[in-house]
């Protein structure tokens, strides 16, 4: 892993750390697995996220990066596969990342890790 702290900084224009935490998914336009990578984050975000659905006054933001339309960000977070989701605190920081479609509770663990 490298330093979260430049990753913060350049995440694409408009995005926004959640106050609580914040999932950053690459993934690609025809990627399968990135498309359901992206309903799992949004249906367990909704479910813990307290306050409403994600993005919501919870404090839990999902940021989506198209990896081949964004190459420079991509290799600046070290992308080597879609979908990859990193898991940032409320800070800004990585505290864990996960490869492949990920399972609920896979999500549910990464946001433990975040939240504090």
């Known amino acids: 892993m490298t330093?979260?702290?430049?990753?913060?900084?350049?995440?694409p224009a408009g995005a926004n750390l959640g106050k609580r935490a914040t999932l950053v998914q690459f993934s690609s336009a025809f990627c399968q697995p990135c498309r359901a990578?992206?309903?799992?984050?949004?249906?367990?975000?909704?479910?813990?996220?307290?306050?409403?659905?994600?993005?919501?006054?919870g404090g839990i933001e999902i940021v989506h990066i198209d990896a081949d339309e964004n190459l420079e960000?991509?290799?600046?977070?070290?992308?080597?596969?879609?979908?990859?989701?990193v898991f940032l605190d409320a800070d800004g920081h990585e505290v864990?990342?996960?490869?492949?479609?990920?399972?609920?509770a896979d999500v549910i663990a990464g946001l433990g890790r975040a939240i504090r």
Request: aromatic share 4%; net charge positive.
């Open 3 to 11: 330093s979260s702290a430049r990753h913060v900084a350049r995440l």
């Open 37 to 57: 990578t992206r309903r799992i984050l949004e249906q367990v975000t909704a479910e813990i996220d307290i306050g409403g659905a994600a993005g919501g006054e």
């Open 73 to 85: 960000l991509t290799r600046l977070w070290e992308i080597s596969a879609t979908p990859t989701v």
């Open 96 to 104: 864990y990342r996960g490869t492949g479609q990920p399972r609920p």
